[in-house]
């Protein structure tokens, strides 16, 4: 059964960085691009980056552009996010998952919280 864990969320200041992990069990990550995907309060989820098969990041939102960098290590069937100079805007729940998304991965999610 695949199965996605993301880790890594917290309580930071704005300014300040976090690095999530995204583990994939019964589902091997080589085959397919996966992106991280964020949910706020009372929005809908929407993309945050995206990185290919070939360990190419190729999206970017506007909003994380050049402070967010995804990355992937296929050996460790495991994605990363790491998230600088985050600002209050960026408090939400972080996702993993394919892309595009396979309903049936969606995790937990993990809570990621930017205040001072």
């Known amino acids: 059964q695949a199965q996605i864990v993301e880790s890594g969320g917290g309580l930071v200041q704005p300014g300040g960085s976090l690095r999530l992990s995204c583990a994939a069990t019964?589902?091997?990550?080589?085959?397919?691009?996966m992106g991280w995907y964020r949910q706020a309060p009372g929005k809908q989820r929407d993309p945050v980056a995206f990185?290919?098969?070939?360990?190419?990041?190729?999206y970017y939102s506007d909003s994380v552009k050049g402070r967010f960098t995804i990355s992937r290590d296929n050996a460790r069937n495991t994605v990363f996010l790491e998230m600088n100079d985050l600002q209050p805007d960026d408090t939400a729940v972080y996702y993993c998952?394919?892309?595009?998304?396979?309903?049936?991965?969606w995790g937990q999610g993990t809570q990621v919280t930017v205040s001072s």
């Open positions: 998952n394919s892309v595009p998304v396979q309903p049936a991965l």
């Open positions: 019964g589902f091997r990550i080589s085959i397919s691009a």
């Open positions: 990185i290919s098969t070939s360990d190419n990041p190729y």
